[in-house]
């Protein structure tokens, strides 16, 4: 049997459907498992067990629908059995047709399940890992068990003094305001005599995190990893390193998934849905202050800046990373 699944487009919900992939190792133990993914993303892809290989997909060479058709239909000799396309889009359910798969299960959503031999609904008011594991509870008709979020990642530091920090976003609602950031950071440098802290990022959060570093009493016990680092060795870090405080964003799943602590600020998004899937070593914190919370919107309409991000409480977050951090 040899199975084609389409990943997700943001890496918070590639990490999130390692469960997926997980579980259709278990019901197809002898499949070939292949997956599509985001170029960008294909590196943090390497790392998840159990796919055999891995198609890199990108809208700059594969414009529009006729693009996604075309890149579709590349795949049509290798004659796959099962199309798993977890974006509920109609652009990947043309993917997911233009390959010919014979079966093509997807969500019903877009417009796109004249596309898909089976279109399932999408659960609502769920965590994202249980809305791809009911896309094969659906197709198969029986119970899947939702197994932890993982990816394989080798320890590439071992300092149990390294804080990691991640206050990017690629919505503006989650990323934490300037002003907050730099308070935070002086704050935690003060608390934590002995711990040198690393701000990562992407090469476009890297002004942001230079204007971070500008307001920060102590820089030389900063490390600046924005734009330093592929997705592999980010999960090295983070494997390797203390713990990790960061909004809420895909590199928050990454550390869940490799084991390291996780403190996550929430504002905008939801918890209810897109929290790190593993409890173990995770706090979440929200200021819970305003009636407007959670907005689920990538902009903020009411105050212009995410002051659902303002209001929260430094002591908590002091609180919460002292469990991981050594004291003076």
């Known amino acids: 049997m ?25 019901l197809y133990p002898d499949a070939q498992v292949d997956a599509i993914v985001k170029k960008e993303l294909q590196g943090v892809v390497s790392l998840i067990p159990g796919i055999n290989n891995i198609y890199p997909f990108a809208k700059q060479e594969y414009k529009g629908l006729q693009g996604v058709y075309r890149f579709g239909k590349s795949f049509k000799d290798q004659h796959y059995d099962i199309y798993f396309n977890l974006p509920p ?31 399932c609904r999408r659960p609502k008011n769920t965590h994202r890992v249980r809305e791809y594991i009911a896309l ?35 919505a503006i609602s989650r990323r934490m305001p300037v002003d ?37 009493n102590n820089s030389e016990r900063i490390v600046n990893y924005a734009g330093q680092t592929s997705l592999p ?31 996550v600020l929430f504002g905008a998004g939801n918890e209810n849905n897109t929290e790190p899937f593993n409890l173990d070593n995770l706090t979440v914190i929200r200021a819970n202050q ?24 430094e002591n908590k977050i002091i609180e919460a990373l002292s469990k991981y951090l050594p004291h003076a």
């Open 136 to 170: 094969l509870e659906q197709y198969t008709r029986q119970p899947v068990p939702s197994e932890p979020a993982k990816v394989a990642a080798h320890p590439l530091v071992n300092d149990t003094k390294l804080l990691l920090v991640n206050f990017n976003s690629e």
């Open 290 to 313: 305003l009636s407007c919370e959670p907005c689920v919107r990538n902009t903020c309409k009411l105050y212009g800046i995410p002051k659902c991000m303002q209001l929260l409480n």
């Open 180 to 216: 907050k950031g730099i308070t935070l950071l002086n704050l935690l440098l003060s608390n934590f005599d002995n711990i040198t802290i690393g701000l990562i990022g992407s090469p476009k959060d890297a002004c942001y995190v230079d204007t971070l570093i500008a307001g920060i």
């Open 2 to 26: 040899k199975i084609l699944i389409r990943l997700p487009n943001w890496l918070g919900d590639v990490v999130m459907s390692t469960s997926f992939v997980t579980a259709v190792r278990q």
């Open 233 to 263: 060795s980010l999960a090295g870090i983070m494997a390797g390193s203390a713990a990790l405080l960061t909004v809420d964003s895909g590199p928050a799943h990454l550390a869940n998934s490799v084991g390291q602590p996780v403190v």
């Open 89 to 119: 889009s109609l652009s990947s359910a043309v993917m997911a047709f233009a390959t010919s798969a014979r079966h093509r299960v997807g969500f019903n959503s877009e417009g796109g399940f004249f596309m898909l031999t089976k279109a």
